[in-house]
């Protein structure tokens, strides 16, 4: 079986660009989450994808978004890039509800802002 | 607002004695907590998990402790081998359909188990 899978692995952007990240759950997974750690820091929640809708987002400002495509995968934007958002981003994929399932992490995507 | 605190954040450990990792959380809606492993440059990996109902759960050498009344748990690992170092994340999920699966994380204790 297929573990969650993110591209690309690192991505280097400068201040005010975009970015894309995108990220694979393992099938059979509906749910998709996404969390930034930065450096040294613990594992902060960004947002939680279902069945295409956004269930639930973190303390971040609206610049972070994202979508949920019809085969699960999901595409996590950042506009107007900023120095602070240099930082590990991880992507998680689970069952939806309350399954007692934990989630499965892919290897994140380093992104990194000159 | 930490609601889940790992307070070591590094613990070093002899090879073959006991590991004990610690966390302490404040939300009493928290009704599943699990222990992930991270080594550099990869995603967190799933150790072991418990239900609130429960206070222990035994996975081969992890066992996790569940003390409600404190708001604590642990994870101990015996016995420790080099390849247990790692950062270990402590995570709690909040019951209610608005929360699906989504996790709240510890800031993380790096385990060094010397050779």
């Known amino acids: 079986e297929a573990g969650v899978t993110q591209s690309p692995t690192h991505l280097i952007k400068t201040r005010g660009q975009q970015a894309t990240l995108r990220c694979s759950p393992i099938s059979g997974h509906t749910s998709v989450y996404w969390y930034q750690q930065a450096l040294g820091l613990g594992l902060q929640f960004l947002l939680w994808?279902?069945?295409?809708?956004?269930?639930n987002r973190g303390n971040f400002p609206p610049r972070f978004s994202g979508r949920q495509f019809p085969n699960y995968s999901s595409e996590l934007n950042v506009n107007a890039l900023e120095l602070e958002d240099s930082a590990l981003y991880l992507c998680a994929s689970s069952y939806y509800l309350n399954s007692n399932q934990p989630q499965h992490f892919g290897d994140g995507t380093r992104l990194s802002i000159l | 607002d930490q609601q889940v605190k790992q307070n070591s954040p590094s613990l070093s450990v002899q090879e073959g004695r006991i590991s004990i990792l610690n966390c302490d959380y404040t939300?009493?809606?928290?009704?599943?907590f699990l222990w992930y492993k991270k080594y550099p440059a990869e995603g967190p990996t799933f150790l072991i998990s418990?239900?609130?109902?429960?206070d222990k759960n035994e996975d081969g050498r992890f066992t996790v402790f569940l003390n409600k009344s404190a708001k604590h748990l642990s994870l101990h690992i015996v016995p420790s081998q080099p390849g247990d170092s790692a950062v270990y994340f402590c995570?709690?999920?909040?019951?209610?359909?608005?929360?699906?699966?989504?996790?709240?994380f510890g800031g993380g204790t790096r385990l060094m188990v010397k050779p």
């Open positions: 418990i239900s609130s109902i429960k």
């Open positions: 995570a709690a999920r909040e019951r209610g359909n608005n929360a699906g699966n989504m996790l709240t």
């Open positions: 939300n009493s809606m928290f009704d599943y």
């Open positions: 994808y279902d069945e295409g809708e956004e269930r």
